[in-house]
């Protein structure tokens, strides 16, 4: 079993610090990270929070899965490897005719 945590349904106020104390009373806490978006600096709702071992995690989750935190109740589970991101999709931005020029139309 692994020991990073996932952490969701969090409040957008809750910040790594407030992670980091809420999962100590459960074991060791090695990082506590909150996501953030990039744009607006908000919390994006869930986090990661690294356990000092398996047991600790399993502990973390047994405690605190479904429990309400900052007035939503959490979600915790273990982590799961990020997923490979595609190249973002077949973008073409030229090509075709559309704007001006090609031929056709009424010649005057």
């Given at each position: 079993?692994?020991?990073k945590?996932?952490?969701?349904?969090?409040?957008?106020?809750?910040?790594?610090?407030?992670?980091?104390?809420?999962?100590?009373?459960?074991?060791?806490?090695?990082?506590?990270?909150?996501?953030?978006?990039?744009?607006?600096g908000?919390?994006k709702?869930?986090?990661?929070?690294?356990?000092?071992?398996?047991?600790?995690?399993?502990?973390?989750?047994?405690?605190?899965?479904?429990?309400?935190?900052?007035?939503?109740?959490?979600?915790?589970?273990?982590?799961?490897?990020?997923?490979?991101?595609?190249?973002?999709?077949?973008?073409?931005?030229?090509?075709?005719?559309?704007?001006?020029?090609?031929g056709?139309?009424?010649?005057?």
């Amino acid at each position: 079993m692994n020991n990073k945590l996932y952490v969701g349904n969090l409040a957008y106020s809750v910040r790594d610090e407030d992670l980091q104390q809420e999962f100590s009373a459960f074991g060791a806490v090695q990082s506590a990270k909150v996501m953030m978006d990039r744009d607006s600096g908000r919390s994006k709702g869930f986090g990661f929070v690294e356990m000092g071992s398996a047991a600790e995690a399993e502990a973390a989750i047994q405690g605190l899965n479904g429990r309400n935190f900052g007035g939503r109740d959490l979600t915790v589970n273990i982590a799961r490897p990020m997923e490979a991101r595609s190249g973002g999709g077949n973008r073409s931005y030229g090509g075709g005719g559309g704007y001006g020029g090609g031929g056709g139309g009424r010649r005057y």
